[in-house]
């Protein structure tokens, strides 16, 4: 397998040059096909997300990511005794054209709206998702 074989596969494509060398370090380390498998299986189990919070390639590999442990990040997380929240429930995001929008988001947005400034078309959408 090849490096390019790993960029095409990969979310983020920034910094190619640095995602190169780190990849040949962890295939040293842990062999081309660990790393391609380790990315197939993230790239199912992790949450849609804005680019920015994915990270760079080379961070990626850097930090051996490639051998989470991707069946506890398919699982729901579990409710938390100490603050009483569901993630899945209580932290739910709507999505609008790729970007991730809260309840207070679009809270916010309303404000706006009411205050006479001009709000953009997904942001009215998010709003409409959450029925404000």
Same mark, same amino acid.
């Given at each position: 397998?090849?490096?390019?074989?790993?960029? &095409?596969?990969?979310?983020?494509?920034? #910094?190619?040059?640095?995602?190169?060398?780190?990849?040949?370090? @962890?295939?040293? @380390?842990?062999?081309? $096909?660990?790393?391609?498998?380790?990315? &197939? $299986?993230? %790239?199912?189990?992790? /949450?849609? #997300?804005?680019?920015?919070?994915?990270?760079?390639?080379?961070?990626?590999? %850097? $930090?051996?990511? !490639?051998?989470?442990?991707?069946?506890?990040?398919?699982?729901?997380?579990?409710? %938390?005794?100490?603050?009483?929240?569901?993630?899945?429930?209580?932290?739910?995001? /709507?999505?609008?054209?790729?970007? @991730?929008?809260? !309840?207070?988001?679009?809270?916010?947005? /309303? $404000?706006?709206? /009411?205050?006479?400034?001009?709000?953009?078309? &997904?942001?009215? &959408?998010?709003?409409?998702?959450? %029925?404000?």
């Amino acid at each position: 397998m090849t490096f390019e074989v790993f960029w &095409e596969t990969y979310p983020r494509k920034v #910094c190619k040059q640095a995602a190169e060398k780190s990849y040949a370090k @962890a295939v040293k @380390a842990h062999g081309a $096909q660990k790393i391609i498998k380790g990315l &197939e $299986q993230w %790239n199912k189990v992790r /949450r849609p #997300c804005e680019p920015h919070f994915i990270p760079h390639a080379s961070t990626w590999l %850097n $930090q051996g990511r !490639y051998l989470d442990d991707f069946a506890a990040m398919a699982s729901p997380a579990p409710w %938390n005794q100490d603050t009483g929240l569901m993630p899945d429930k209580d932290l739910t995001r /709507r999505w609008v054209g790729g970007i @991730a929008y809260t !309840y207070v988001d679009a809270l916010g947005f /309303r $404000q706006r709206k /009411r205050s006479g400034m001009a709000i953009s078309a &997904e942001e009215a &959408e998010a709003m409409r998702l959450w %029925n404000l």
